[in-house]
């Protein structure tokens, strides 16, 4: 047998087939490989079985309350801002049983099936959707208590991020200062460069596992040239955000405008459907559910995703603590934006633009804190 090769570091290029070979070295390992691919009209995260479910030569256009998916002139792979799926999905799924249980003699007894989840590799995960996933490791995983369920999934899962080579038109990423360009949280992080005619990967691995799957590609040295190509990708990504969010002191600013009359604005419009928060990489509410079935011999407990939105969530004895879309959205914003910040020390916002892409109305975020920014400093003006 030939002896293996070692692991290359460093920077790598090898060509756009060669992804190919990356997937394939990941399902020989047991990974069940999660990536973009076509569906429904949209570029969603599904199991990959090799290069050719990825979306290329595809990218999306995408507004506030408009997306669609549209040819591009070239073979770019990762040539997309993000869809409305999020790794979430995967690691937090919207349904799961908790426990189930049977009547036996009279008795209840609780079913024991130990499912264990599937050992997962994420191809394509950019910077925001990288720290969306590290802001949920807050959440799940820190603490006295870790969610079982969460840290089970998450526990072997193998990133392949993939630095942004197009902003969407709805991305504000740099303004959270999480991205185009992923610094961490990741095992291999790939540049995709299209110049000058050619076509290729620049490549970066952390740790043991990713610098063997580098050593199986056909793959070369990054000259300077390329390193340099790759750096010029992020950097011209970066100029063309589709918005922008001035994020210093907006904690503040939304607990002194908790009043604001711009919450009546937006109230007009805001339909309560979810879609802001069910979208969003980082919102992790939740509701359980207990069902028996018809004959009582069974029973489940379900936990399922549920929304601020939802007028059953503030429910309690005598009725809802948010009954208005202007109360709904402005737990939404400020939680999102400022609670959220007392509670984690961090931002819950990573600038993906999806709830701004996915708002039936349009609903803008950026917008939303920027008027009454705006407002406060014309109130200001005027004592």
Excluded at 75 to 94: D, I, M, N, Q, R
């Amino acid at each position: 047998m030939a002896p293996k090769a070692p692991a290359r570091r460093g920077s790598l290029v090898f060509g756009p087939s060669d992804i190919d070979s990356l997937i394939q070295a990941l399902i020989r390992r047991g990974y069940q490989v999660i990536g973009p691919t076509i569906r429904d009209g949209a570029i969603l995260y599904d199991r990959l079985s090799s290069a050719g479910d990825l979306p290329k030569g595809w990218t999306d256009e995408q507004q506030g309350g408009k997306y669609r998916l549209k040819r591009r002139v070239d073979g770019a792979v990762f040539g997309y801002a993000v869809g409305p799926h999020t790794w979430k999905k995967f690691l937090f799924p919207s349904s799961n049983v908790l426990w189930k249980a049977r009547r036996t003699n009279g008795l209840f007894q609780i079913i024991c099936e130990e499912l264990k989840p599937p050992k997962f590799a994420f191809i394509g995960v950019r910077s925001c959707d990288l720290n969306a996933i590290q802001i949920q490791d807050k959440i799940f995983l820190e603490g006295p208590y870790a969610d079982s369920v969460y840290k089970s999934r998450r526990k072997d899962v193998f990133v392949v991020a993939v630095n942004c080579a197009q902003a969407g038109g709805t991305c504000f990423c740099d303004s959270m200062g999480t991205g185009p360009q992923v610094t961490a949280g990741y095992d291999m992080a790939l540049t995709e460069v299209l110049q000058d005619g050619r076509h290729f990967f620049v490549a970066q691995a952390k740790g043991k596992l990713g610098c063997e799957l580098l050593a199986e590609i056909p793959a070369q040295e990054a000259g300077e040239a390329d390193i340099a190509a790759a750096n010029s990708v992020v950097e011209e990504t970066k100029r063309h955000m589709g918005r922008s969010l001035q994020a210093n002191g907006l904690k503040e600013l939304l607990y002194r405008n908790s009043e604001s009359p711009r919450w009546d604005a937006v109230a007009q419009r805001c339909l309560s459907c979810a879609n802001c928060t069910l979208v969003c990489p980082t919102c992790f509410c939740s509701t359980v559910e207990d069902l028996t079935d018809l004959s009582g011999q069974e029973a489940e407990r379900v936990r399922k995703w549920d929304s601020c939105f939802t007028t059953d969530f503030s429910y309690i004895h005598g009725g809802s603590v948010r009954a208005t879309p202007r109360s709904k959205y402005r737990q939404w914003m400020m939680h999102k934006l400022g609670y959220w910040v007392d509670q984690f020390g961090t931002s819950g916002c990573v600038g993906c633009g999806r709830c701004i892409t996915w708002c039936p109305v349009g609903i803008d975020i950026t917008e939303e804190a920027r008027a009454i920014r705006e407002s406060e400093a014309t109130t200001s003006n005027v004592a």
